[in-house]
């Protein structure tokens, strides 16, 4: 069974840095474009960062663009997002997802999920 682990969340104050890191287990995903999204509590979720399978294409949300990065390392089916400058508006639970689609920013167009992990920002 495909499995999504996250890791690296925590509490840390605005302007520092974080990296979460999410690993797949299982039977390998025939394509993985791999994803990370986001849910503030009361909030709907929504998109944070993508890559496509092969690492050479990238996309963010305008409201991370420039602070955050994604990158894989497909020798240990493991994506990560480094996040710097981190505000306390970037407090939520985030999740990584898999799709088939690259590039997709919609919830509904990720087949597989991790059980999410809390990032929160503040002093």
């Known amino acids: 069974q495909e499995r999504l682990v996250e890791s690296g969340g925590g509490l840390v104050q605005p302007g520092g840095s974080l990296r979460l890191s999410c690993a797949a287990s299982g039977r390998t995903f025939r394509v993985d474009n791999r994803a990370w999204f986001r849910q503030a509590p009361g909030k709907e979720r929504e998109f944070v960062a993508g890559?496509?399978?092969?690492?050479?294409?990238?996309y963010y949300a305008d409201s991370v663009k420039g602070r955050f990065t994604i990158s894989r390392d497909n020798g240990k089916n493991t994506v990560y997002l480094r996040m710097n400058s981190l505000k306390p508006e970037d407090t939520a639970v985030y999740y990584c997802a898999t799709s088939e689609y690259l590039n997709a920013r919609a919830p509904t167009t990720y087949d597989y999920w991790g059980q999410g992990l809390q990032v929160t920002v503040s002093s």
């Open positions: 890559i496509s399978w092969s690492g050479g294409s990238t």
